[in-house]
């Protein structure tokens, strides 16, 4: 069985900021792990993924994140926050392999402040 | 290339009523998936179709939920009789075979039932 937990539901940061959004995973396999962004009114767009390559992944729009083992962590990153990325963001775990089911946390909303 | 396409974005019907939606994946991609999200959560699955068969439907509500991809190509989602707890945003996404890991999104069906 796979999980995914993303503590809190909503952050707040300035224009500028470090942007910070927590992911913890449990998955019985080494895992792949996602990180969606999702728009008012529109489907999810893939931000990054974690394939079992390097550790630390960049993505779309500035944002990075750090798959570690030990903390079984994922979290989501980005140096200076911009008023476009208020959105809600969404991190997933699947399993390698074909037909792998994808398993969303419930995601955490990002408010940007001017 | 096009993305995944669905139809129609919002709808509003009365509990008891009938309702469908479709989904047209991007081109090639032979895996289609159909989540359900209620606000304020994550997607969950609810099917997923390898070409034209079934390969999880295991949260499926099969009482009221079904969905065929006849041709392995687009899909249909249907829902009878709707209950108040099927308001929710109902999205399809799709994934190719050589990039198994990565699904791609539409921007979702809205239905509210009243």
């Known amino acids: 069985a796979q999980s995914v937990t993303q503590l809190g539901s909503h952050v707040s940061v300035s224009e500028g900021a470090l942007v910070l959004l927590r992911c913890n995973y449990s998955?019985?396999?080494?895992?792949?792990l996602f990180w969606y962004v999702q728009y008012p009114n529109q489907g999810l767009q893939l931000l990054l993924k974690?394939?079992?390559?390097?550790?630390l992944v960049k993505g779309i729009n500035g944002f990075e994140a750090e798959f570690k083992k030990s903390e079984t962590s994922f979290h989501l990153t980005k140096p200076s926050a911009h008023m476009s990325d208020a959105a809600e963001y969404f991190c997933?775990?699947?399993?390698?392999?074909?037909?792998?089911?994808?398993?969303f946390g419930k995601g955490i909303t990002l408010s940007v402040r001017p | 290339e096009a993305g995944v396409a669905q139809s129609p974005r919002y709808k509003i019907i009365e509990k008891r009523q009938s309702v469908a939606f479709w989904c047209n994946p991007i081109?090639?991609?032979?895996?289609l998936y159909w989540y359900q999200q209620i606000l304020g959560q994550g997607p969950k699955l609810l099917i997923q179709?390898?070409?034209?068969?079934?390969?999880?439907d295991s949260q499926l509500p099969k009482d009221r939920f079904s969905a065929e991809r006849l041709k392995g190509v687009d899909s249909t989602l249907k829902i009878q009789p709707a209950k108040l707890e099927d308001s929710a945003v109902y999205l399809c996404?799709?994934?190719?075979?050589?990039?198994?890991?990565?699904?791609?999104f539409g921007p979702g069906t809205r239905l509210l039932v009243l």
């Open positions: 179709f390898q070409n034209n068969g079934v390969v999880d």
């Open positions: 996404a799709s994934s190719s075979s050589v990039i198994q890991e990565t699904q791609y």
């Open positions: 081109s090639g991609h032979a895996t």
């Open positions: 974690y394939t079992s390559a390097a550790t």
């Open positions: 998955s019985s396999v080494p895992p792949y």
């Open positions: 997933a775990v699947s399993s390698p392999g074909a037909n792998s089911k994808l398993t």
